[in-house]
């Protein structure tokens, strides 16, 4: 497998955990019993650090590329151990 396809899919699985990740451990103000601003949506989150969770998103995606790229090499999961229509082979 080719490093650029291999970006590719760590690109494609960051951008999937980050939205994953993104409402986990946020907090809205009358979660925490502060004062919201006036005009603010009753469910805008009162602590959110994207930071956090871009080094979330990263790491997850990291463990994730890497056992995609290691099966892909050893191929402990192929197309014929999920094929769940049970069509013939030729």
Do not use: K
């Amino acid at each position: 497998m080719q490093w650029t396809s291999i970006l590719a899919i760590y690109a494609l699985l960051w951008v999937m955990c980050a939205f994953i990740l993104l409402p986990v451990g946020i907090r809205t103000a009358s979660e925490h019993d502060v004062e919201m601003v006036p005009g603010q949506a009753d469910s805008a989150p009162i602590n959110f650090r994207p930071g956090r969770l871009m080094l979330r998103a990263s790491v997850l995606a990291a463990v994730l590329c890497a056992l995609y790229v290691a099966n892909y090499t050893y191929g402990w999961v192929t197309l014929q151990d999920i094929d769940l229509f049970g069509t013939a082979t030729a």
